[in-house]
């Protein structure tokens, strides 16, 4: 159970700095921004082992999660820009 808290606090703390990062309007409150960072520590973690950094037992640490939740949040700013134009 302390493994699924610490993961949650984890995403909080990389999807915040994400946001802080990127510039802009980004969606949602605290839950939101806890699964950009979950989901961007499973981005890292895929990224990751494509590229030979992990093994297939390792997960991202927090650098690279925070580089998958940059990466999330900079495909969410292009598919909301592409929408506003059109």
């Not at 309007?25 to 939101?32: A, N, Q, S």
């Not at 520590?41 to 650098?63: K, M, N, V, W």
């Amino acid at each position: 159970m302390l493994h699924l808290l610490w993961t949650a606090l984890i995403g909080l703390i990389v999807g915040a700095l994400a946001k802080l990062i990127i510039p802009g309007k980004e969606p949602g409150g605290i839950f939101i921004t806890m699964l950009i960072g979950i989901a961007g520590s499973f981005l890292g973690t895929f990224l990751g082992r494509a590229i030979g950094h992990y093994e297939p037992d390792q997960s991202a640490g927090f650098l690279m999660s925070l580089v998958g939740a940059l990466i999330l949040l900079g495909i969410y700013h292009l598919i909301k820009r592409s929408r506003a134009t059109t």
